[in-house]
Structures are given as C-alpha cells and as structure tokens.
C-alpha cells in the first residue's frame, strides 16, 4: 500500500503518485481525462478496461484527422484497444454491478503506469481481487500495453479473461472507420480499419500471454471485434496473470500498417522488459524536464501531473503535427491546434525538450500552404494562419455555433476570420526557439520562411489612416475574446510591430549568412528592399494606445468609452461573465475574458522591451486585473496573473493564480475537464514556477534567477537548456540570484 500524504477533492496523493481512493460515477468523465496516458504518438482516456455505461472512452494518435460531413475536421477516436473483460463463473465484472468492497486507481507520473485495485463481490457472492495496469511505452511508441491480476478470495472460481479490440469507437455519436479486414494469428488477433474520409489506415494486432495458470486461448472473429479469451479455474490466494500487449500502426507511419502491426506483435519482449524498457526512457525525460519543489506537496504533485500531461502529448517522433489545446486527452476543441502551442505550451519544450519543440514549430512550417491559402481567401497576400488547424493548416474554426436555446439564433464564430494575431504569436514562438537553441538550420530551412511570410501578411493587412497619419488594424478580436469587432486593438498591433521587427531582422541575417537561401526566398516569396522599407515605415507609424502621463494602455480603441463593470457585484458565480451578460453584454463593457494588456505585458518581459516595465506594469494590473474574469473566463489566463503578480511582488497573489491554473483539471475548476486536458494552461504552470517564482530571465549566454518563492517553499530546483548548455538551479528562500549549480554541453547530457 501506498503511502498517501495529502489529499484533495477525493485524491489522495504524494510526490510522483496520484491516486483515487474511492470510485465516483458522477465524476466518471473528468477523472477520465484526469487518468490520460499517453507516449507523445497515442493518447488514451482513463476509461475503464471493463467498461461503463456512457463512458467517454477515447484514443487519440496524432495526425489521424477525419471530417464529420459538411460540420466540421476532427481527430478521429481510435479503435479501443483496452478492453479486457473479467467474468467470474459466469458473472461479468463491473463496478456497476456486483459490490465494490475496495477500490483504488493510481497514476504514477514518474513511471508513466496507470493501475487499479478493485476487491468485487459478484451478484453471486464470490469475493475476488482485481489488479489492472496499463502503459504506453515511451521506448517505442508503438506498443500499448494492459495486464490483469486475478486473485479469488476464499473461494475458488472459474474464470474467464477476454481480450478484444473494439473497431467501433465513436466521437460522441459519430464513427469514423470503415472496418477493411481483421484476423487471427496462433496467438494473437488483428484489425484493420480505414477512416471515411481522409482514407488513414490503421493496423492494430493483440496478444494475451498467460501465466499462473493452466489455459487454452481462444479466438471470435465477431466483424469489427476480434477478442481473445482465456478461461482457467483458480483456487483461494491463486493469482492469475493476464498480460495483453497491442500494437498499432498507421498509413501516416508505414506503407501497410496492419502487416507493421502484425509484424511488430511477433518481435515483442515479455512484459517486464517492455515495462523496464518503459521506465528507463521516463527516468531520462524526467531528468531533463522534472521541478522539484520542497515544502508544498500539492503544488509539487500538481507541478508534476501537468508536465505529465505535456510529455505525452508532444511528439517526439513527427514533425506534422502539434499539440492539440486537449492534448490527446478527450473530444473539446476536436483536436485543433490554437495559438496555445506557441505561447503558453511551446517554452517548456524549448527549455527542457528543443527537439520536441522543433517538432512543433515544424509543424508550422508544413502548414504554410494552408495559411497562404486562407490569405488569398480573405484577399490578403503571404501566410495568414487559420485560427484553428488540423493537418493540412487550413482554417477549421466552425463558422457557426448551435445555441442551447432551441428557439434561439446560431452563433457566428468571429475568430476564424477576426482573431488574426497567432500569426505573431507563431513568429514570437520561432523567434525565441532559435533564441534559446541557436538553431541557425531550423531558422534558414523553416523559420525564416513563416516569419517572412506572414510579414507579407501583415503588410497588406494593415491600413492607412491619412487623417492621423499612421497604419491601424480594424475589425479584429485580441486575446480577449469578450470583445469582437474592434479597431487597434494594443496586443495585436504591438505584436504586429514586434513580428516586422523581427522580419526585418531576419531578411538582412539571411542575406549575409546564407545568401542563396535569401536569393530563394526572394523569389518564391517576391522579397523585394522595398517591402523591408514597408516594413520598416509600419513599425514606425503603427498605432499603439499606450498614454506616457498615465502609463495606462487602452486595450482597443473606445475601450475606456465601455461601461465600466465591479466583478465583486456578480459574486458569488458558478459561470463565466459572457453566460452571465450574453454576447452583446460583455462587449458593452469593460470586462476581460482574459489577460490583453497584460498579456502583451508578459510577452515583452521576454526581452523587456516596450511597454514592459515595473511601472507600466504596476499602472495596467491595477486597471485591467480587477476588470478579468479570471475564475471562470479563460484558462489561460490564471497562470499569466500569476507570472506578472511574482513581477509586483504580490507572492500571496501570485500563489492563488498559480495554484487555480494548477487545480484547473485535478480539481475540474471550471466544470469542463471532461473535455479533456487544458494543455494551455499546463504550460502556463511551468511558465509561471519558472518565470514567476524562479523570476528567470536571460542575459547574454546565461539564464538568471531572481526568485520569488511563495511562502511555504523551501526549495525549487529545475534545469534549463539554454544555448547549447543545461543550467541547473537550486533555489532557497531569500536568495537574491540562482547559482548555475552545472553549465554541462548538450551533447554530454544527451547521450
């Protein structure tokens, strides 16, 4: 038994363990997504091995997108390869049937391994102990893996284990598999499956190995769902090991996945080594990726679940594809990427694991030609990036949205055609990988090219106002997706400034360092020196709403005309000011979904540069923080207040953001976890203990620590990788600076 040191909202937990110590059936959906594992290639939901009515159950490979006719492009739920039923003479085990007599479900975060103790006495009166545990070797990302413990208890029973794959997974009421073939091998099973529409096959085969008892394994070929089974006899205190190892494949990975799949299942190691092989490559990402933290074991344990949650979900393997805003966790958002990678998940990954966030980036740079492509829709030039991508980086925001009131208009969905600033947000996050990793190949082949051509963008996006003499930006939506429809909104035309900054920069580098890569570029983009020229004169005549007497910069123009708004008068609520004022409401008045003004803020602390300063700063958090919904508005905004509130010194501040953005799943905060993971926000932890309570920043070829530890903390320790060099902190309270305990070379700590 494991040793619990605290608990919260029914889990118990310690450093490296989260567990469940009583099963809910009214939290069934959030603690699914709460028990995700995954490999960074398959994620796969916390449903149960057995089955429960009105599960959510779900995996999810990155890349296997297929459309819901005429709707909408979704990742496509996977068929299941969990299923492995217990029938006890005769009696199908289920936690909703029979007696649970005990119960426990643990994730252990440093192992990647998900298990379940169950005690059941059956309708019939036999008592027997079931162990489940699940993983998704991070060793080879092909391979899934499930083993069942059976123990009768003071009795003996005839048993029976199945072992299926289920080719009729559902995205809630939708099935995208088109069922091609299926099989048996002498010990194992195979499916073959093919989605609707985007025409991805995928090979799955299964095998069950016995031990602990004496049995024959037997085959079904029911269509759609090949199952294995084995039946034994056990005797009291006799424990019987099922092990079900999977393999999976698809025609994004292989030319025939199903032989692959096939092929692979032959060549599979026994369990433990699968397993030890399994820990070993945890152990490693952990010791580049870990935050330790003493003196507070929920924060630690929330710390390390949330980067759990990131290194499953970041590709190691294909630079196709990203991190959806769920992750690979549950059905929210369909599996599309947002600006979320970029800003809120991508720095962890740049910091801990470049290889990874290369990856992401690249995905970018694959998906150009769909954001060239919705430019030229909108009657633009260059690369405008869809708001929401899938595969191909063609824009798959729905354009309309279905009320709850049947009676009721549909909702028009502005950001797909509004909400234009994640093409800066996608050369802020290049720009600052290349920062941090001095990846001059990546920034040449790649980076160069998305910069650059999402400058083009933006030159023929702005306009001149020859009354006023400068170029504004109208009809957007900034960060703050309460307010539609606005003119010169301060984020997006400063990250717009910043962007041409960077372009600028970025054309004169190519030119000296690889001039026939410039010369390309030239011409397949029409780059010309009066187009830098352009560039250069937007920079210089762009309007920013920033007041030098007060030092207050107004979020958009007309803002401060907006009815003013006491958040404290709504309290206490359940819902986000938008459900509580409607639409047109929130646009009336000044209240925030999330952070704007500060979080423009946030992204010039970077590089300190304007607006950021303490100043600036302290004048906009005392505007613009108490006008945020911040409880119920976005995730992704605690975790920034948390960053800036360490800025001001407002530690107690700072802790209470950072631990709502922490608690946001673990505690389903908001009532939506179900939907799977806020990978936004997971990010946004690390961001805000690494730049908030470490107070990290980088000064030439070293990052420096100013910490600002919350009370209770004794300790925090971390690594980041910065310029070829892994730097380790050791941070104590009051301790002004954190000494680079190591500075080791990259590749002595890679091998």
């Given at each position: 038994m494991m040793d619990v040191m605290g608990g919260f909202q029914g889990f118990g937990y310690e450093q490296w363990m989260l567990v469940e110590g009583q099963f809910v059936a009214e939290k069934l959906h959030s603690l699914e997504t709460v028990f995700t594992i995954g490999n960074g290639y398959v994620g796969t939901r916390g449903g149960f091995e057995e089955g429960y009515p009105r599960g959510w159950s779900a995996t999810l490979i990155h890349g296997v997108y297929d459309d819901v006719p005429v709707v909408y492009t979704e990742l496509a739920n996977c068929p299941d390869w969990l299923p492995l039923l217990v029938v006890v003479d005769g009696e199908r085990f289920g936690l909703d049937k029979g007696e649970v007599l005990s119960y426990r479900r643990q994730l252990d975060l440093r192992r990647g391994v998900l298990s379940r103790y169950v005690r059941w006495r059956s309708p019939g009166g036999k008592i027997i102990d079931i162990l489940f545990e699940r993983f998704a070797s991070f060793a080879d990302k092909h391979v899934l893996g499930v083993r069942c413990q059976v123990t009768p208890v003071g009795c003996a029973a005839g048993i029976e284990v199945q072992g299926s794959i289920n080719g009729y997974s559902e995205n809630q009421g939708f099935n995208h598999w088109e069922l091609l073939n299926q099989g048996k091998e002498d010990k194992g099973i195979w499916l073959q499956v093919r989605t609707r529409s985007s025409r991805i096959e995928l090979g799955m085969a299964c095998e069950m190995r016995v031990s602990g008892a004496e049995t024959v394994l037997e085959t079904s070929m029911v269509p759609g769902y090949p199952t294995l089974s084995a039946q034994f006899s056990a005797v009291s205190g006799q424990t019987v090991t099922v092990d079900k190892l999977v393999t999976v494949f698809t025609s994004r990975d292989v030319e025939n996945p199903v032989n692959e799949a096939r092929g692979k299942l032959e060549e599979l190691w026994e369990w433990s080594v699968l397993l030890d092989n399994h820990?070993?490559?945890?152990?490693?990402?952990?010791?580049?990726?870990?935050?330790?933290?003493?003196?507070?074991?929920?924060?630690?344990?929330?710390?390390?679940?949330?980067?759990?949650?990131?290194?499953?979900?970041?590709?190691?393997f294909d630079d196709r594809v990203s991190i959806p805003a769920k992750t690979l966790s549950g059905f929210g958002y369909r599996g599309h990427v947002f600006w979320d990678t970029e800003i809120f998940i991508l720095p962890f990954f740049i910091y801990t694991q470049p290889a990874i966030a290369r990856n992401l980036l690249t995905y970018r740079y694959r998906t150009l030609a769909g954001a060239r492509r919705k430019a030229v829709h909108y009657g633009y030039k260059g690369a405008m990036y869809a708001w929401e991508s899938a595969d191909t980086g063609d824009e798959v925001t729905p354009r309309w949205a279905m009320p709850n009131d049947p009676y009721a208009d549909d909702i028009r969905i502005w950001c797909r055609d509004r909400e234009i600033h994640i093409s800066a947000d996608i050369a802020y996050g290049a720009w600052f990988y290349w920062q941090a990793t001095k990846d001059d190949e990546w920034m040449r082949d790649c980076g160069a090219e998305i910069i650059l051509d999402t400058a083009i963008f933006w030159m023929s996006r702005v306009e001149w106002n020859p009354k006023q003499e400068r170029y504004e930006l109208r009809e957007v939506i900034g960060a703050d997706e309460y307010h539609e429809h606005v003119n010169n909104n301060a984020f997006t035309n400063r990250m717009v400034q910043w962007h041409l900054q960077r372009a600028i920069f970025i054309y004169e580098w190519l030119g000296k360092e690889f001039p026939e890569k410039a010369a390309e570029l030239e011409q397949k983009l029409q780059l010309t020196p009066e187009r830098s020229d352009r560039w250069q004169d937007i920079v210089q005549n762009i309007w920013i709403l920033y007041d030098e007497s007060t030092k207050i910069i107004e979020q958009f123009e007309g803002f401060f005309q907006l009815e003013d708004i006491n958040l404290n008068d709504y309290e206490p609520r359940t819902k986000s000011m938008q459900a509580i004022l409607g639409i047109e409401g929130g646009n009336k008045r000044q209240v925030l979904k999330q952070p704007d003004v500060l979080m423009l803020l946030y992204l010039m602390r970077q590089s300190q540069e304007f607006p950021y300063d303490a100043e600036t700063l302290q004048k906009n958090w005392d505007y613009y923080a108490p006008r945020t919904d911040i409880t119920y508005g976005s995730s992704l905004g605690p975790a920034i207040h948390a960053i800036l509130a360490s800025d001001l010194n407002k530690t107690a501040e700072a802790y209470e953001r950072f631990m709502q953005a922490a608690m946001v799943d673990l505690e389903d905060v908001r009532g939506n976890a179900a939907d799977g993971i806020h990978g936004a926000s997971a990010g946004g932890i690390w961001q805000a203990v690494i730049f908030g309570f470490g107070g990290i920043q980088f000064v030439g070829d070293q990052p420096i620590a100013n910490p600002h530890l919350p009370p209770g903390w004794t300790r925090l320790k971390f690594k980041l990788h910065w310029r070829g060099k892994w730097h380790e902190f050791d941070l104590h309270p009051f301790v002004e600076t954190g000494e680079v305990i190591t500075s080791t070379s990259l590749s002595s700590l890679s091998q």
């Open positions: 820990k070993k490559a945890w152990d490693d990402v952990w010791e580049k990726s870990d935050i330790a933290i003493e003196g507070d074991i929920k924060a630690q344990l929330a710390v390390r679940y949330n980067l759990f949650q990131l290194l499953i979900a970041g590709s190691k």
